[in-house]
């Protein structure tokens, strides 16, 4: 691995510690006050502070996988550096496809 | 404790199998003993490499029932309760013959990471003085004492994993030397050793610190250059 790629993933993984913290203790408030989808999505709709939050989540969620399955390319498939790095781009693009897909769903 | 043990030791190069001998069981015997035996006694065509046989050279390392370990310095007791011992060569580098790999890449890779002194000063200038208790000091001794066995650089899934990793050894030397402050080599050698093949390549699974004969810790040593390249990259004084 790189300097620059350990630096990001790091970096984002850092990132997203008190983010899980944050969805996990959402998910319990969600789950402990019974609210249902639509309870949900009406305090989510339009919000901002909530598209941010799980927009940045997403991204480096996305950077960080990519960069860790290039690195399990490299070391277990017969890919050289390039391949693997262009397929794990590739599946941090779809990642972050799935993400923003989700965020745009539950904000807009 | 047992007559006999029933020992099977590599023949062949890479592609050679493992053949089975029986070998008196004697009173504190080590797995180097064994070897002996059975090149003296039994197969002189056997090969495998010792020197000091009192653990201070690091050439008689073999796989012994499937980890590397500095065979001098194992006993047979330790390692073979059930009176089997399977003896092959170390892992992760080619096979000449028999017992003995060839040592080339695991000491390429110490040039590669800059594992050689840099001096910053001639032998007609005054000698640095660097007090023991000094921190940095106190971080290159942790490390000084590798004896270039080869064993956690066997013990290395990431060498079996990615070829152009420096491993264990290459990398605790260069700390070492990062540390050390009559050196000069300073951000050259971290440069070297954040490269593709360098400290960030390491997953931490401790093999190395688990089986170093010396009880040294790599792990630890490749965290601190890990920590120490990161900064340095940060502030702009080594490139990606």
Same mark, same amino acid.
Request: aromatic content about 8%.
């Given at each position: 691995?790189?300097?620059?790629?350990?630096?990001?993933?790091?970096?984002?993984?850092?990132?997203?510690?008190?983010?899980?913290?944050?969805?996990?203790?959402?998910?319990?408030?969600?789950?402990?006050?019974?609210?249902?989808?639509?309870?949900?999505?009406?305090?989510?709709?339009?919000?901002?502070?909530?598209?941010?939050?799980?927009?940045?989540?997403?991204?480096?969620?996305?950077?960080?996988?990519?960069?860790?399955?290039?690195?399990?390319?490299?070391?277990?498939?017969?890919?050289?550096?390039?391949?693997?790095?262009?397929?794990?781009?590739?599946?941090?693009?779809?990642?972050?496809?799935?993400?923003?897909?989700?965020?745009?769903?539950?904000?807009? | 404790?047992?007559?006999?043990?029933?020992?099977?030791?590599?023949?062949?190069?890479?592609?050679?199998?493992?053949?089975?001998?029986?070998?008196?069981?004697? &009173?504190?015997?080590?797995?180097?003993?064994?070897?002996?035996?059975?090149?003296?006694?039994?197969?002189?065509?056997?090969?495998?490499?010792?020197?000091?046989?009192?653990?201070?050279?690091?050439?008689?390392?073999?796989?012994?029932?499937?980890?590397?370990?500095?065979?001098?310095?194992?006993?047979?007791?330790?390692?073979?309760?059930?009176?089997?011992?399977?003896?092959?060569?170390?892992?992760?580098?080619?096979?000449?013959?028999?017992?003995?790999?060839?040592?080339?890449?695991?000491?390429?890779?110490?040039?590669?990471?800059?594992?050689?002194?840099?001096?910053?000063?001639?032998?007609? &200038?005054? $000698?640095?003085?660097?007090?023991?208790?000094?921190?940095?000091?106190?971080?290159?001794?942790?490390? $000084?004492?590798?004896?270039?066995?080869?064993?956690?650089?066997?013990?290395?899934?990431?060498?079996?994993?990615?070829?152009?990793?420096?491993?264990?050894?290459?990398?605790?030397?260069?700390?070492?030397?990062?540390?050390?402050?009559?050196?000069?080599?300073?951000?050259?050698?971290?440069?070297?050793?954040?490269?593709?093949?360098?400290?960030?390549?390491?997953?931490?699974?401790?093999?190395?610190? &688990?089986?170093?004969?010396?009880?040294?810790?790599?792990?630890?040593?490749?965290?601190?250059?890990?920590?120490?390249?990161?900064?340095?990259?940060?502030?702009?004084?080594?490139?990606?």
């Amino acid at each position: 691995m790189t300097m620059r790629l350990y630096v990001w993933q790091r970096a984002t993984a850092a990132l997203m510690v008190p983010l899980v913290l944050v969805h996990i203790a959402v998910i319990f408030y969600a789950t402990q006050k019974g609210m249902t989808a639509a309870d949900i999505l009406s305090r989510t709709h339009g919000s901002i502070m909530w598209a941010s939050y799980y927009g940045l989540f997403v991204a480096a969620a996305s950077i960080h996988a990519a960069i860790g399955v290039r690195n399990v390319l490299t070391e277990w498939s017969p890919l050289t550096g390039l391949r693997a790095g262009r397929l794990a781009l590739m599946f941090g693009l779809l990642l972050a496809a799935l993400g923003a897909r989700a965020v745009l769903a539950v904000v807009l | 404790m047992l007559a006999e043990l029933s020992v099977s030791l590599w023949r062949g190069a890479k592609d050679g199998r493992y053949e089975t001998y029986c070998v008196p069981r004697r &009173e504190s015997q080590t797995v180097l003993d064994v070897v002996t035996f059975v090149q003296r006694h039994i197969d002189p065509t056997l090969s495998y490499r010792f020197a000091c046989r009192v653990g201070v050279c690091g050439s008689c390392a073999m796989t012994v029932n499937g980890k590397p370990r500095w065979t001098c310095r194992t006993h047979v007791a330790k390692v073979a309760g059930s009176g089997r011992l399977e003896i092959g060569p170390l892992e992760n580098l080619p096979v000449i013959k028999d017992l003995t790999t060839d040592m080339q890449p695991f000491f390429e890779k110490w040039q590669q990471a800059q594992g050689v002194f840099a001096p910053t000063k001639t032998r007609h &200038e005054e $000698i640095e003085q660097i007090r023991p208790d000094n921190p940095a000091r106190r971080l290159a001794d942790a490390a $000084i004492e590798c004896i270039n066995c080869g064993v956690c650089y066997a013990a290395c899934d990431t060498v079996r994993w990615n070829q152009d990793y420096f491993g264990p050894a290459a990398l605790t030397r260069a700390w070492t030397l990062v540390n050390d402050e009559r050196d000069a080599g300073g951000s050259a050698r971290l440069q070297a050793v954040a490269g593709s093949g360098g400290c960030h390549s390491c997953h931490s699974h401790q093999s190395c610190q &688990e089986l170093c004969p010396q009880a040294l810790n790599p792990t630890a040593a490749i965290a601190g250059l890990k920590r120490r390249t990161t900064a340095a990259y940060l502030k702009g004084e080594i490139k990606a």
